[in-house]
């Protein structure tokens, strides 16, 4: 109980002055995964039967997430393969339990409930996710209409007439023909198979939207229909999204606000067109300059090279990025800097006020 | 355009035969690639990038068939040439990377030896000397502890180290031409720009000339000295990079540009490019693939592409090009 009061002052603490509570209040989120093959269960055995220390490593994948998001707001969550995206993801999802901490949906406690029962929770269908790739997570046995069908049949019991016109109208919505909804998944082109995977996370109407990288199989053609079409239902079905992305051309037009991850933590918040135009932490620059850019600048003067620190029990003292960061002093090793509140921004460095504008 | 080209692909047309029937995937390509130079071909899924690559280095699918054009690398025509002669300038005249590194090393192989094979293979290496030397070359191409990672299997390594590995092998034997397909495809934009970097740091080390797939126009922008566009199977436009992007006149062009996120200010300024890839495998396809798709057509489109270029550098495919 002790631990839900800290963690809910924090939260106060985190969250910026809201009119209204905010519909996601994720504070002092953990996710901890024990680095297997390390140590065998019976040397573990053995150890505590000598009264050994049985500590494991630890790969700490989400340390200490804290954020909100509000009602119809966009969340850009950007950062590189293996910087915790998906794990935070997941935990947020209720498709993990978390290690440690609060993630809240409109005032209920979600991380009481364990993963395993939350699949059969009312508010599951309040949380929604859509796929990186919709060919690889539409089950190939199932038409477009099954697809679409089965959270609205499981979570929302429909049934006959009912759910055929629930399907119909969720397929309408996501601009998806109705004739198509007898095909399988192969026969859908990448498009029509991202629409299937739209409509099959908004059918049953969730208030939040989990988009992890929707559009990176796609052209860039076909990809501005989709992001077109994800803007436009966000107003008609009243929905949050966090949208997940490495392409930070996408995040900078769909996103209100973005949260920039590196090594489990975030390093940088704020609002998005400010985040990307002025950069205050050195990995959100590197990330900025290493975009590619039809008009202007040549090669970047950031280059981010050589591997993350690795992320098995991590020094709490050192900064995440020392070792990669161009800056990188002293103090980074013996003072993990915190994130800290500058105006509407959040960075965690040292040096963020010494940023030049 | 004076020098001989490096590479030059003249009038190339690929069919796939298959059980809905003949896909014309290629018809008359044409491009040319000098010492030095970079050339990026950019298109959507299904424009023939991947398979020009895969018909001028010899690799096609058993059910694709070059019905046309040549490939002229030096005095010697690639898509003419016995499979003898094919194989002894492969690796080592021409080499490629392709775009996903971990299928396409060994998974059962370290990395140093696949690196000494290309060596021994085509450098003309002594056997004792190899592993020495592909070990020199994984330095080069920045990995850190390269007599360590030399032994390590593929699956050891993160995708951008994998990458490199490639390059490494691509580059063992200093070809004069790189095809690179998608060489940063799925690795993260900080990874891309170091693997970028690195690719045109080599290039112009040995003065190599380097031919670079991509879907992404962004990233065409900022590498390439100049740029095909692809769409359906036909080149619609060749400009230099700066040109290209000034001025497109190829409708097609436009509407590519127009729809990269990079290019507009907010969601609603992007634009969507009307329309679908045709489908190849139809008898009536226009002469112009494109114009089913165009708000420009006219009357010509029906009956014939134009065949001179309108401004030299400067090609395109279209009787109504953008001015």
Redesign the interface.
């Known amino acids: 109980m002790t631990r839900t009061l800290d963690s809910m002052s924090s939260a106060i603490v985190h969250a910026a002055p809201p009119p209204d509570p905010p519909l996601l209040d994720v504070a002092e989120l953990k996710k901890r995964f024990p680095v297997s093959g390390t140590i065998g269960p019976l040397a573990r055995l053995r150890r505590r039967m000598k009264g050994g220390p049985v500590h494991l490593p630890m790969v700490h994948a989400v340390d200490d997430v804290s954020f909100t998001i509000r009602k119809g707001e966009t969340v850009g969550l950007v950062g ?2 293996g910087c915790g995206k998906s794990t935070l993801v997941r935990v947020l999802t209720r498709l993990l339990d978390p290690t440690d901490g609060i993630v809240r949906l409109g005032g209920r406690e979600l991380s009481l409930t364990p993963a395993k029962r939350f699949a059969r929770d009312p508010d599951r269908g309040r949380i929604q996710m859509v796929f990186q790739d919709a060919g690889d997570s539409i089950n190939p046995r199932f038409t477009a209409f099954a697809a679409i069908a089965d959270p609205l049949r499981r979570l929302r019991g429909l049934s006959g007439a009912a759910l055929t016109a629930k399907v119909e109208q969720a397929a309408d919505q996501c601009g998806l023909p109705r004739a198509l909804l007898s095909r399988f998944p192969h026969q859908l ?2 498009g029509q198979r991202a629409r299937v995977g739209i409509a099959r996370a908004v059918a049953v109407e969730p208030a939040l939207l989990v988009l992890d990288e929707p559009t990176a199989a796609l ?7 989709i ?2 079409l994800l ?1 436009r239902l966000k107003t008609e079905l009243g929905m949050s999204y966090l949208f997940v992305s ?5 995040v ?3 996103c209100d606000r973005v949260l920039v991850m590196y090594l489990g933590k975030i390093v940088e918040a704020g609002p998005a067109q400010e985040v990307f135009s002025r950069p205050l932490h050195p990995y959100t620059r ?2 900025v ?7 202007g600048h ?3 003067a950031v ?5 993350p620190r690795s992320p098995i029990d991590p020094d709490p003292d050192v900064c995440r990025f020392y070792g990669r960061c161009p800056r990188g002093v002293d103090r980074c090793r013996t003072a993990m800097p915190d994130l800290r509140r500058l105006g509407d921004r959040e960075v965690a460095c040292h040096f963020a006020e010494e940023t030049p504008a | 355009m004076t020098a001989a080209p490096a590479l030059l692909v003249e009038d190339l047309s690929v069919a796939f035969r298959t059980r809905g029937g003949v896909v014309q995937a290629l018809e008359h390509v044409s491009f040319a690639v000098q010492k030095g130079e970079t050339l990026a071909i950019v298109g959507e899924s299904g424009s023939g990038k991947s398979v020009t690559a895969y018909a001028v280095m010899g690799i096609l699918d058993p059910a694709g068939r070059v019905t046309a054009g040549r490939a002229m690398l030096g005095g010697l025509d690639l898509l003419a040439a016995s499979a003898d002669q094919v194989a002894a300038v492969r690796g080592r005249e021409i080499a490629m990377i392709f775009q996903n590194p971990r299928t396409a090393l060994n998974p059962i192989r370290t990395v140093g030896k696949q690196i000494a094979d290309v060596l021994l293979r085509h450098a003309n290496v002594p056997r004792r000397e190899a592993p020495g030397r592909a070990v020199d070359l994984l330095r080069a191409v920045g990995i850190t502890d390269p007599a360590r990672r030399a032994d390590a299997y593929p699956f050891e390594m993160s995708g951008g180290m994998c990458q490199r590995v490639m390059i490494a092998i691509a580059l063992a034997a200093r070809p004069s031409v790189l095809i690179a397909d998608e060489p940063t495809t799925g690795l993260d934009v900080t990874t891309q720009a170091v693997i970028m970097d690195l690719i045109g740091d080599l290039a112009r080390d040995i003065g190599m000339a380097t031919i670079f797939i991509t879907h992404d126009l962004a990233l065409a922008a900022q590498r390439a000295d100049r740029i095909v566009v692809m769409h359906a199977g036909h080149v619609v436009e060749t400009a230099p990079t700066a040109e290209l992007f000034a001025r497109p006149r190829h409708p097609y062009t436009a509407e590519l540009i127009a729809a990269t996120p990079d290019a507009a200010a907010n969601l609603s300024e992007l634009a969507s490019i009307p329309g679908a890839l045709p489908d190849l495998r139809r008898s009536d396809l226009p002469p112009c693939r494109y114009a089913e798709r165009c708000p420009r057509r006219q009357t010509d489109c029906d009956v014939a592409l134009p065949a001179a270029p309108a401004i030299p550098e400067h090609v395109v495919a279209c009787w109504n090009p953008l001015s």
């Open positions: 590189e393969s082109s990448g052209d860039v053609s076909v990809q501005v229909v992001l077109q803007e490495h392409d930070l051309g996408v900078r037009l769909l590197a990330l300059d290493a975009a590619p850019r039809l008009h040549g090669p970047a280059r981010l090279d050589g591997e």
